[in-house]
């Protein structure tokens, strides 16, 4: 019936939260359902795989695929709409670089499985029974998706037009996004749609970030008084805002939190661990290797801090022996 | 890199990020005089040891290095003042981090090698082939590529799948 660009939402290795930002458009979803048709949101309304299947390739506008890829039916789904869409957008951390689905990376697929069906202090499974991939009963078989070894960002697996960054991301990026789409204005395929400038840059505190930082320890905020008033990584909180990309709105320092990265790097970076892990390693206060050595003691997991978000899509992707 | 290395033969393929103002000349030196150490090494020349960036660490494992070196100059010689206890700093990071990752920590490897000491360049050479030769391949970039397999094996089940449901 409609003329209205055709927009399709959908969700991978994820927890829900991109789809939640989605809701908080709140008036401004009034806006997006105006001017866009959504042909796909398994979260939010009851159409199904084999309606988009049975419609023209390229046909959807855009698709938000929010999520890393775990699944084989993630995989499928991936495709199918890449088909289906001009357009593909990788829609949060997860999608853009894996999230912290991305850190199961660091384990083998059967160390999981052991420890979620087995060994995880809230299981109780005698029978160690696990989920099959296929089932009889009956005469009928009924199958689950298949498990990969590996996690992957959404451009491992299909091309990828563009990137909303975030965990998740804010409703403002989004709704940029869904105006640039409708404007044609797009920017050149591979861009990420948000700020290319430091989160210090947008952050409240950072005129009193120091040119010159020293590192005596490093604190994590469970067990140490947060000075409200002055920038968090001179107080030695692992701070990634030098490194992360801006474009939330300094969120979770304005709570006092320090930034765990969630946006990713700027373009001209390209593994944001390894350099924010340049940057505050290079300022510690200390000049031999033992007292080097007792100042990172207080930075007990490395991959986890630099890497929260980003393991997949980071050079070295994940564990090397698994 | 082109891989002349058959399974037999295999020898490790080693990065050396070497400082302008020492380790290179040192190696430099190591040449001219002739002296013999393992080949395996490929010389990048920068400029002081605290201009090598992580990234380019993890970048040289990514496309097949089997261990990276740094070189650069003693503490409290460096040309910069401070670049080489940066280098220092950050290495003992990146080396937790890179362990972690399953990366041997004898992959990774600074030194501080002054102009003139070639015959350092010989013995931190051929120790780190050695060390690295009894670990093995690295081989990132074979790695990723069998890990994507997986793909590919899939890939051939939802073609068979969407064959049949378009009939
Ligand atoms: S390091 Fe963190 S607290 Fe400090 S200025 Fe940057 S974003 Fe703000
Ligand atoms: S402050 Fe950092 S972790 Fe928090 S929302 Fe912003 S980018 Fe993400
Ligand atoms: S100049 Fe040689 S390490 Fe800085």
Redesign the pocket.
């Known amino acids: 019936m409609s003329e209205k660009p055709k927009i399709a939402l959908y969700w991978c290795a994820s927890c829900g939260g991109c789809e939640e930002s989605v809701v908080d458009l709140a008036e401004d979803i009034l806006f997006v359902v105006d001017n866009v048709d959504i042909v796909l949101w398994p979260v939010g309304l009851d159409f199904k795989k084999k309606d988009v299947e049975a419609m023209p390739d390229g046909s959807i506008v855009a698709s938000l695929i929010n999520g890393a890829i775990r699944t084989t039916e993630q995989e499928e789904m991936a495709r199918m709409l890449r088909r289906k869409s001009q357009v593909v957008i990788a829609y949060g951390?997860c999608a853009q670089l894996g999230g912290i689905p991305g850190l199961a990376n660091q384990f083998s697929l059967e160390t999981i499985l052991k420890f979620v069906y087995e060994e995880a202090p809230s299981v109780v499974n005698e029978l160690k029974t696990r989920p099959l991939e296929r089932f009889k009963d009956n005469g009928r078989t009924t199958e689950l998706p298949g498990l990969w070894n590996v996690v992957r960002t959404l451009d491992q697996v299909i091309d990828v037009e563009y990137y909303i960054?975030?965990?998740p991301p804010?409703p403002k990026l989004l709704k940029e996004a869904v105006l640039a789409l409708l404007s044609g204005h797009l920017p050149p395929v591979g861009t990420v749609l948000a700020p290319d400038i430091a989160?210090c840059e947008e952050c409240s505190k950072k005129d009193t970030k120091p040119t010159d930082l020293k590192f005596e320890s490093f604190k994590r905020t469970h067990l140490w008084e947060v000075d409200p008033e002055k920038c968090l990584l001179s107080q030695g909180f692992l701070c990634?805002?030098p490194a992360?990309?801006?474009?939330?709105?300094?969120?979770?320092?304005e709570g006092n939190?320090p930034?765990?990265?969630?946006?990713g790097p700027t373009s001209r970076v390209r593994d944001q661990g390894a350099k924010f892990l340049s940057s505050i390693s290079s300022s510690i206060g200390a000049d031999s290797v033992e007292d080097i050595d007792k100042i990172l003691v207080g930075i007990p997991d490395p991959v986890g801090t630099f890497y929260r978000?980003g393991l997949p899509g980071s050079m070295l992707k994940r564990k090397v022996v698994l | 890199m082109p891989n002349h290395n058959t399974e037999k033969q295999w020898t490790p393929k080693i990065v050396a990020f070497f400082c302008n103002w020492c380790t290179y000349t040192a190696a430099d030196l190591a040449g001219v005089s002739r002296i013999k150490h393992a080949p395996n090494i490929r010389v990048i020349r920068v400029m002081c040891s605290g201009r090598v960036d992580p990234q380019f660490l993890l970048d040289a494992f990514a496309k097949g290095a089997d261990g990276v070196l740094i070189g650069g100059c003693h503490p409290g010689d460096c040309h910069y003042i401070e670049g080489n206890y940066k280098c220092l700093r950050r290495f003992q990071l990146l080396q937790k981090m890179t362990t972690d990752m399953g990366i041997e920590p004898d992959r990774l490897r600074l030194e501080w090698i002054s102009a003139s000491e070639g015959d350092k360049v010989r013995v931190v050479v051929n120790d780190m082939v050695s060390k690295v030769t009894k670990l093995g391949p690295l081989g990132l970039p074979d790695k990723f590529k069998s890990w994507d397999e997986e793909m590919k094996i899939f890939e051939h089940s939802i073609e068979e799948k969407e064959v049949f449901e378009h009939v």
């Open positions: 951390a960054p975030g965990c804010s989160l990634m805002g992360t990309r801006s474009g939330c709105g300094a969120l979770c320092v939190m930034c765990t990265g969630c946006y978000y």
